[in-house]
């Protein structure tokens, strides 16, 4: 079957420290992963994404890289802001199936000053 | 581009009665979705429509939900009688239909805060 499965939150770090964020899938076919995050009293946005295996996405200084061979899309920033104080989720659609998506849990960063 | 437009944004009712929910989603997409996040939880998927068909309405409970995307674009969710556990925000969101190897992208609303007193 597929799912998401997140590292359990909240993480706080302090403004410019190192963020990583670690979500594994499991998923029939050629899935395409997805990172949205969630800012208070908001919808989901989407932040990055990557279509195929060892594709990289990246957007407002974070990344994540589609790692097939540990089934994996961890989300890292080098220098974390407060402005980043958000929800994570962390998502992927297997394509078929009519673009059904399977969303993890969700990780809560708190960024300190 | 605009984008996924829902209304209202905030709804208070007492249990037992009925509310209603809207979304237009951006233009072109075939594929309109409504979750259901709970405080601290993940978007639960509620319906799946494409165009104006149902693809998966597995986790609506339907004794008391229903939706309905009428013509194939905007949609309306409604809830009768409310109980306080749907207190919740709704979400909506769109994509594109799928195409090749892979998903879509999904873009979402700002949500409907319901609160069930």
């Given amino acids: ?113 | 581009e605009a984008g996924v437009a829902q209304s209202p944004r905030y709804k208070i009712i007492e249990k037992r009665q009925s509310v209603a929910f809207w979304c237009n989603p951006i233009s072109g997409h075939a594929t309109l979705y409504w979750y259901q996040q709970i405080l601290g939880q993940g978007p639960k998927l509620l319906i799946q429509f494409q165009n104006n068909g149902v693809v998966d309405d597995s986790q609506l409970p339907k004794d008391r939900f229903s939706a309905e995307r009428l013509k194939g674009v905007d949609s309306t969710l409604k809830i009768q009688p409310a109980k306080l556990e749907d207190s919740a925000v709704y979400l909506c969101a769109s994509s594109q239909a799928p195409e090749g190897r892979g998903g879509r992208e999904q873009y979402f609303g700002p949500g409907t805060r319901l609160t069930v007193t």
């Avoid at chain 1, 029939?28 to 995050?37: A, C, D, E, Q, R």
């Fill in chain 1, 1 to 113: 079957g597929n799912s998401v499965t997140q590292m359990e939150g909240p993480v706080t770090l302090s403004e410019e420290a190192f963020l990583t964020i670690n979500c594994t899938y499991t998923a029939t076919g050629y899935p395409s992963l997805f990172w949205y995050v969630q800012y208070p009293g908001e919808g989901l946005q989407l932040l990055l994404k990557a279509t195929k295996a060892d594709d990289k996405g990246s957007n407002k200084g974070f990344e994540a890289t589609y790692r097939k061979e540990t089934t994996s899309f961890h989300l890292e920033k080098g220098s974390v802001q407060v402005s980043d104080s958000a929800v994570y989720f962390c998502a992927l659609s297997p394509g078929y199936n009519f673009n059904k998506f399977y969303f993890g849990s969700g990780t809560k960063l708190n960024v300190k000053p």
